[in-house]
Each structure stands twice: as C-alpha cells, then as structure tokens.
T-cell receptor, first 117, second 113 residues
C-alpha cells in the first residue's frame, strides 16, 4: 500500500519557467512533509519541509504548498535551472518526536525532473 | 562537518552469501536509519537505531538486520542473499533536538548475481 504517491514519473520544463511537482498521501496521521532531491550515484539531499500546521513554506526558489483537506502537497521551483534536473522524492512522517524514536520517513517513488535549456 | 559516509560504495555478491554494510553518521548525530531503494519502489524504510537500540522497523524479512555501536556508527547485515536484494542501500542520520530532516549518505550499491 503506497501511502505517499507521486503519480508523475517524469516532468520536463523549459529553463526559466516554473516546475511543479505533486505528491499525494493517504495516511491522515502524517503531519510533517519533506522534499528530497537526488542526483545519480548520490544519496538524497534535503530540500525543503513543511509542518501540517502550515500551508506554505518558502526557501529561495523553492516553495512547498500543503493542502491537508485534499492530502496533497506540491513543490514549486521558480525559475527552473538546468542544475535542478534530478529525481525529486516526497516524504512524510507521522507524529515525529524531536527527541528520539519514530524516525521513519515514508517516501514516494519519485519524479524525474528534466530542465530543458 | 563531514557528511554521512557509507562503505563500501559498490558490492557484488552471489545468491546465498551474506553481506555487511557500514554507515558513519554525521558527528554528533545519534539516530541512524537505513533505506532500500529499488527502481519503481522508491525508498523503503528498513530500520532505525538510536543510542544502540532499534526503535523502528520496516516490513522486511528477518534476513535483514542491523546494529549500532556506542560511537553511533551502524552496520546492516543481509543474510542468505536473494537476487531481489539487489538495490541501493542508503543510510541517513539525524541530530537529536534538530528538525526532522534526515541527512543521507551516498549509498552502497549491492548487486546479487
């Protein structure tokens, strides 16, 4: 049962335009969401996150939007740059404890983003 | 600060053998998690260790095991390897009291023939 879904395996966007990557989840216990970016032969790199008490978080060119009622989140990258070409993973955590325990992240299957120069 | 390191980076084993993978977390991080990445399956959670204790476990058979040492370094062991165990194994660490982000190592690419 895929609790975190990224329904678009790939996405191509022109350089300078906006890239929008989508993610849906089914587990209503998830209350913290993260986006990771992965280049080939490297581990995932943390990009941006959002808590369920917010509906938007922005960091430079990256903005994550959360729609709890629809159990949907999206990552916006604007403007898109060639270095953004990578696989993007959405991840979710249920009732994380900052101290210890329950560090499990549930990942989607990823979306390969290609930025066309 | 040095990042998460994993050794070896690449490994080829035959069916039935066992393998041990190693992970050194970021200095000061005490939580270490392991994930398996296969094409089409994304990253699947294996287990998580904190202070040498396994605190969370994913849905993997008992052939997959791990441990953590007092210096927070962690090892993962897979016994009686199967072809389907071929994957990228990723280790991630997190600092206590920090935000929820986990920081990943480059992974160990395991090929079972």
């Amino acid at each position: 049962d895929q609790q975190v879904k990224q329904n678009s395996p790939s996405l191509s966007v022109q350089e300078g335009r906006i890239s929008i990557l989508n993610c849906d989840y089914t587990n209503s216990m998830f209350d913290y969401f993260l986006w990771y970016k992965k280049y080939p032969a490297e581990g995932p790199t943390f990009l941006i996150s959002i808590s369920s008490i917010k509906d938007k978080n922005e960091d430079g060119r990256f903005t994550v939007f959360l729609n709890k009622s629809a159990k949907h989140l999206s990552l916006h990258i604007v403007p898109s740059q060639p270095g953004d070409s990578a696989v993007y993973f959405c991840a979710a955590s249920a009732r994380p404890n900052l101290g210890f325990g329950n560090e499990k992240l549930t990942f989607g299957t990823g979306t390969r983003l290609t930025i066309i120069p | 600060k040095a990042g998460v390191t994993q050794t070896p980076r690449y490994l080829i084993k035959t069916r039935g053998q066992q393998v041990t993978l190693s992970c050194s977390p970021i200095s000061g991080h005490r939580s270490v998690s392991w994930y398996q990445q296969t094409p089409g399956q994304g990253l699947q959670f294996l287990f998580e260790y904190f202070s040498e204790t396994q605190r969370n476990k994913g849905n993997f058979p008992g052939r997959f095991s791990g441990r953590q040492f007092s210096n927070s370094r962690s090892e993962m062991n897979v016994s009686t390897l199967e072809l389907g165990d071929s994957a990228l194994y990723l280790c991630a660490s997190r600092g206590q009291g920090s935000s929820y982000e986990q920081y990943f190592g480059p992974g160990t690419r395991l090929t079972v023939t």
